[in-house]
């Protein structure tokens, strides 16, 4: 099973700044990817997809360089809510299942 | 909202016991899986289940482990003979189809070998 790489954090931001997350990924076949969310000793949730065209969601984007095989998600305007880890996902291609990075820590402090 | 039930929260079992973790996916999901994140560590594929047998397994997944739909509602993850490095969250994971989308994770076991 190919690995997915991420920042390994943890980033410490006060509230109101912007911070990017980056991951890669090593599996070139890889089709469909995301960013997931996890609070401490909890579950992962879904955040976001990643499309190559680029998506937004409120104060997230999330973006993917297929040729690079690069993905970021990008937070502006941190609230005290978005600390947690933020983990890079790709799904297996040809199966359903996950494949996570890591992880990156964000800590938002007031 | 639909969710997916994992019990125990919490299991401690001292080296060598056996322990079945529990679990109840979303009613209509047809692919069930088993996930697990050892402290500090990412989360990691175990095993995928479905039309009520393994689909896909990873390398951990070895003899040690089983999984089972005893009935229509319960998906459970057998651990023989457990081991200190066994310790760990394990959740539990449904969806309705091998899309991301739909796909639920309970909210995990933590498993602590003695």
């Known amino acids: 099973r190919k690995e997915v790489e991420q920042d390994p954090g943890p980033f410490n931001v006060p509230e109101g700044a912007t911070v990017a997350f980056n991951c890669t990924y090593s599996n070139s076949a890889s089709q469909s990817f995301f960013w997931y969310r996890q609070d401490c000793r909890k579950e992962p949730k879904l955040l976001m997809s990643?499309?190559?065209s680029g998506n937004e969601d409120g104060r997230f984007t999330a973006q993917l360089n297929r040729a690079s095989q690069y993905i970021s998600l990008l937070i502006r305007d941190s609230k005290l809510s978005d600390s947690a880890t933020y983990l890079c996902v790709v799904l297996s291609p040809g199966y359903s299942t996950l494949t996570f990075g890591k992880g990156t820590m964000l800590l938002v402090s007031p | 909202e639909p969710e997916v039930t994992q019990t125990p929260s919490h299991q401690v079992t001292q080296m060598g016991q056996e322990v079945i973790l529990r679990c109840v996916p979303i009613s209509n999901h047809l692919y069930f899986y088993w996930y697990r994140q050892i402290l500090g560590q990412k989360v990691e594929f175990l095993v995928s289940?479905?039309?009520?047998?393994?689909?896909?397994k990873s390398e951990i997944f070895d003899d040690q482990f089983s999984v089972e739909r005893p009935d229509g509602s319960n998906f459970t993850l057998k651990i023989r003979s457990t081991k200190l490095e066994d310790s760990a969250m394990y959740f539990c994971?449904?969806?309705?189809?091998?899309?991301?989308?739909?796909?639920?994770f309970g909210s995990g076991t933590r498993l602590t070998v003695v």
């Open positions: 289940f479905y039309n009520n047998e393994i689909s896909e």
């Open positions: 990643v499309y190559s």
């Open positions: 994971a449904s969806s309705p189809s091998t899309s991301v989308y739909g796909y639920t």
